[in-house]
């Protein structure tokens, strides 16, 4: 299976493997971290949009939302979902804008999907120069040197008379800049079971490094990865939402 294999191949599951995700409150979480460190403007763009459920809930509280994504058909089932954005078919580590953007957004460690360090630093070289003066990029991310590569997340949902079993976890060698994601899908139908697995190359770095990387382009506030309440990192959690604010 292709390394983009899930997310083309298999994008009509996409939102039933994701349904457990609070969506709302992450992009309320994101609106209110721009509320305060932001330059009161109201134009946003998400990278990794997928089908854009992110950009439905940045429109809904008053933006001007588009998205971007590596996949086309995951911006064809985005741009039902949120006809009055525009999408565009892009790779978040070399993009372009028509004009420039307020705030920036990359939700579920989409950021990690910059292949290797060089592009994740032409991806945020690329945020610097879609940015307003005073606007700011909003991304969580994992820390390489936290992850339990023993460690899954899982759960199970019903469509269509099909009864799903999605599983997802980090792997890390614990040397370089490299890890995986690994993901598998089970589809049991009546008594027949298909099963999907895929593996993808994510950039994996510490968070010490991250910040090298950000400090030429931005005032840099690290948060909890915690979307009910705002709570600045305790510097133990390997998980944590960035706030970058354009210099």
């Given at each position: 299976m292709s390394a983009n294999a899930l997310y083309t191949d298999l994008s009509d599951y996409y939102d039933l493997m994701c349904a457990d995700i609070d969506y709302q409150a992450q992009s309320n979480s994101i609106h209110r971290l721009h509320q305060i460190f932001g330059n009161s403007g109201n134009i946003h763009l998400d990278l990794a949009c997928g089908t854009g459920p992110h950009v439905r809930h940045?429109?809904?509280?008053?933006?001007?939302?588009?998205?971007?994504?590596?996949?086309?058909?995951?911006?064809?089932?985005?741009?039902?979902?949120?006809?009055?954005?525009?999408?565009?078919?892009?790779?978040?580590?070399?993009?372009?804008?028509?004009?420039?953007?307020?705030?920036?957004?990359?939700?579920?460690?989409?950021?990690?999907?910059?292949?290797?360090?060089?592009?994740?630093?032409?991806?945020?070289?690329?945020?610097?120069?879609?940015?307003?003066?005073?606007?700011?990029?909003?991304?969580?991310?994992?820390?390489?040197?936290?992850?339990?590569?023993?460690?899954f997340v899982e759960h199970t949902a019903t469509s269509e008379n099909s009864f799903f079993t999605f599983r997802s976890g980090w792997h890390y060698s614990g040397s370089g800049s490299k890890q995986l994601l690994k993901l598998s899908i089970e589809k049991t139908t009546a008594d027949k079971t298909l099963v999907w697995h895929d593996e993808h190359p994510m950039v994996a770095f510490?968070?010490?490094?991250?910040?090298?990387?950000?400090?030429?382009?931005?005032?840099?506030?690290?948060?909890?990865?915690?979307?009910?309440?705002?709570?600045?990192?305790?510097?133990?959690?390997?998980?944590?939402?960035?706030?970058?604010?354009?210099?």
């Amino acid at each position: 299976m292709s390394a983009n294999a899930l997310y083309t191949d298999l994008s009509d599951y996409y939102d039933l493997m994701c349904a457990d995700i609070d969506y709302q409150a992450q992009s309320n979480s994101i609106h209110r971290l721009h509320q305060i460190f932001g330059n009161s403007g109201n134009i946003h763009l998400d990278l990794a949009c997928g089908t854009g459920p992110h950009v439905r809930h940045f429109i809904d509280n008053g933006y001007q939302s588009s998205g971007l994504d590596i996949n086309q058909p995951m911006l064809d089932k985005a741009k039902i979902r949120c006809p009055e954005a525009q999408f565009s078919l892009q790779n978040m580590s070399e993009f372009k804008v028509t004009k420039h953007v307020d705030l920036i957004t990359c939700f579920l460690y989409s950021i990690h999907y910059c292949d290797g360090i060089n592009k994740l630093k032409e991806c945020l070289a690329s945020v610097h120069n879609a940015l307003n003066v005073g606007g700011i990029f909003c991304f969580n991310t994992v820390d390489k040197n936290k992850i339990d590569s023993d460690s899954f997340v899982e759960h199970t949902a019903t469509s269509e008379n099909s009864f799903f079993t999605f599983r997802s976890g980090w792997h890390y060698s614990g040397s370089g800049s490299k890890q995986l994601l690994k993901l598998s899908i089970e589809k049991t139908t009546a008594d027949k079971t298909l099963v999907w697995h895929d593996e993808h190359p994510m950039v994996a770095f510490s968070y010490t490094e991250l910040k090298e990387a950000l400090k030429p382009y931005f005032e840099i506030q690290i948060f909890e990865h915690d979307y009910d309440k705002i709570t600045l990192w305790a510097e133990r959690s390997g998980n944590a939402i960035f706030v970058c604010v354009k210099i």
